[in-house]
T-cell receptor
Framework: EDQVTQSPEALRLQEGESSSLNCSYT??????LFWYRQDPGKGPEFLFT???AGEEKEKERLKATLTKKESFLHITAPKPEDSATYLC?????????????FGKGTLLTVNP | EAQVTQNPRYLITVTGKKLTVTCSQN?????MSWYRQDPGLGLRQIYY???????DKGDVPEGYKVSRKEKRNFPLILESPSPNQTSLYFC??????????????FGQGTRLTVV
């Protein structure tokens, strides 16, 4: 049973065209939601951690928000260098600190 | 520079020939883990380690072994590789455990092909 679902699977934007990526989770008692960026052929790179509903974090053109059931990664006026796969992840139910359960990711392509 | 280093980056091998993928981190992290990434399946945890000589299975441990004899190193061993182990492998480390208030650092990946 998937605990993390990301949508859309792929998103193609024009440079400057703002949009949002979605990550919904079914884990109860959330102990953090993590966003990572992954470039082709490279390891995931940490972006944000969110812990409570209503929390927001920003980094350059990216802003991550969290509700009780989902998280959004808002991309404002994206540039081609923002093209990557964006992954969200949560610690699993049950209190384990030894893993992250990842969604399958959203492949973002920003055309110039 | 803080980093997780995996070797080799690319490997093509034959079924049944034992291989080891090395992973080393220079951040004195206690927690380390191996993931594999497959199209349509995402990242899945193979094994993890909480400290030296302490390891445990993740979600997909079959066909893999690990060891943690030193804090900085966490090699992944495939005793008898099979084609279904063809995948992109990532090693990761974290100071206080994945999912805690610290980020996880990932290596650059090892693309393994078993023919």
């Amino acid at each position: 049973e998937d605990q993390v679902t990301q949508s859309p699977e792929a998103l193609r934007l024009q440079e400057g065209e703002s949009s949002s990526l979605n990550c919904s989770y079914t884990v109860s008692g959330l102990r953090g939601l993590f966003w990572y960026r992954q470039d082709p052929g490279k390891g995931p790179e940490f972006l944000f951690t969110l812990y409570s509903a209503g929390e927001e974090k920003e980094k350059e053109r990216l802003k991550a928000t969290l509700t009780k059931k989902e998280s959004f990664l808002h991309i404002t006026a994206p540039k081609p260098e923002d093209s990557a796969t964006y992954l969200c992840a949560v610690p699993p139910q049950g209190g384990s600190n030894y893993k992250l359960t990842f969604g399958k990711g959203t492949l973002l392509t920003v055309n110039p | 520079e803080a980093q997780v280093t995996q070797n080799p980056r690319y490997l093509i091998t034959v079924t049944g020939k034992k291989l080891t993928v090395t992973c080393s981190q220079n951040m004195n992290h206690e927690y380390m883990s191996w993931y594999r990434q497959d199209p349509g399946l995402g990242l899945r945890q193979i094994y993890y380690s909480m400290n030296v000589e302490v390891t445990d299975k993740g979600d997909v441990p079959e066909g893999y072994k690990v060891s943690r004899k030193e804090k900085r190193n966490f090699p992944l061993i495939l005793e008898s590789p099979s084609p279904n182990q063809t995948s992109l492998y990532f090693c990761a480390s974290s100071l206080t455990g994945f999912g805690m208030n610290t980020e996880a650092f990932f290596g650059q990946g090892t693309r393994l092909t078993v023919v």
